[in-house]
Nanobody
Framework: QVQLVESGGGLVQPGGSVSLSCAAS????????MGWYRQAPGSERELVAT???????QYIDSVKGRLTISRDNARNTIHLQMNNLKPEDTAVYYC?????????WGKGTLLTVSS
């Protein structure tokens, strides 16, 4: 059974930092491209960052320099280190796994950036 379980969300002040994690199981993690998406209230889900099976990472422009995605193939886990958080980073963050014709989603973790 495939599972993606996100953790690490919560309430953070503007300018603060947080690290999100996604624990994966039930598929061949090391062969999959992984990503973080987010969905803000009233908005569509958007891609934030991806990390390929070969460890190549990409980011949307609005988070470059503030967010870092990483993967640990030994622990079947990905992380999203988020620094200098802004109120517009408030969203539910979802973990995604993509490989071949398959794609999986976690249930999300809520991050609120507010003073």
């Amino acid at each position: 059974q495939v599972q993606l379980v996100e953790s690490g969300g919560g309430l953070v002040q503007p300018g603060g930092s947080v690290s999100l994690s996604c624990a994966a199981s039930g598929f061949s993690f090391r062969h999959y491209n992984m990503g973080w998406y987010r969905q803000a209230p009233g908005s569509e889900r958007e891609l934030v960052a991806t990390i390929r099976h070969d460890d190549i990472a990409q980011y949307i422009d609005s988070v470059k320099g503030r967010l870092t995605i990483s993967r640990d193939n030994a622990r079947n886990t990905i992380h999203l280190q988020m620094n200098n958080l802004k109120p517009e980073d408030t969203a539910v963050y979802y973990c995604n796994a993509a490989g071949g014709d398959m794609g999986y989603w976690g249930k999300g973790t809520l991050l609120t950036v507010s003073s």
